[in-house]
């Protein structure tokens, strides 16, 4: 029997109360792992909330690349599991990771699909699946998984605020390819429903742009959102 859990899942949350506790739950079913949640500050019942629940409660400054380093500092997992709050694996999905990493897959991703299953959000997802097998460039709602060595050798997240999932993935990939996992990870739709689906994607696309050109994320950021306020 191992004495410490295999596979740590860090989460990184910012008021999330109202879908935090049905990801917990699922989660918890998944034998022998351990689920850590990397708050940025909620002001709502979040971190109330996972206090319930036996997981790692890690306070940390906001923004996911800073809330994802501290997760995984805490870590004890010899792989680290990175997900966001809106979205959900299938349970079956750390045994393919765990064969993934022993037959020498030290990084990668889950295939991504949505919880809309209108025909633009396929074919989304299709194209992010696609970039990640071709390109080994893996995106946060992808659910990027990595070994702990690994991680920690290629330098972590860059501790930006925003675009840090490029960041991460350039770095890995330089050391190896992504392997792309079979088992899918559903993210929700809600960003691309709330500001219009072809404006979230013509603005994703100029900000990854901007990113390649040297902008800072911060400045492409603030740009992104329309305000000048920093948000996550």
């Known amino acids: 029997m191992r004495a ?3 596979l740590s899942i860090i989460i990184p949350t910012l008021n999330e109360e109202d879908i935090i506790e049905g990801l917990l739950q699922e989660l918890l079913s998944i034998p022998d792992v351990q689920v ?3 708050d940025g500050g909620s002001s709502d019942d979040t971190c109330a909330i996972c206090a319930r629940y036996p997981v790692l409660l890690v306070e940390s400054s906001r923004g996911r690349g800073p809330q994802f380093n501290d997760g995984a500092a805490s870590a004890s997992g010899e792989i680290l599991l990175f997900m966001h709050a809106d979205s959900h694996i299938e349970p079956s999905l750390a045994n393919e990771i765990y064969q993934a990493v022993d037959l020498g897959n030290k990084w990668g991703c889950c295939t991504l699909t949505f919880d809309n ?3 633009i959000f396929r074919l989304i997802a299709w194209q992010s699946n696609l970039r990640a097998r071709l390109f080994s460039m893996c995106y946060g709602d ?3 998984y990595c070994t702990r060595e690994l991680f920690f050798e290629a330098g972590q997240y860059p501790p930006t605020i925003f675009l840090e999932d490029i960041g991460l ?3 890995l990939r330089r ?3 992504a392997w792309m996992l079979k088992g899918t990870i559903e993210t929700s739709s809600r960003r691309f429903l709330k500001h219009g689906v072809f404006r979230t994607i013509i603005k994703m696309q100029i900000a990854k742009i901007l990113y390649r050109l040297g902008e800072k994320p911060e400045k492409i950021m603030r740009w992104y959102d329309g305000h000048p306020g920093i948000e996550v």
């Open 4 to 6: 410490e859990p295999r």
């Open 36 to 38: 850590i949640v990397s």
């Open 117 to 119: 299953r209108a025909l």
């Open 142 to 144: 992808q659910g990027i």
């Open 169 to 171: 993935s350039d770095r």
């Open 175 to 177: 050391r190896s390819p």
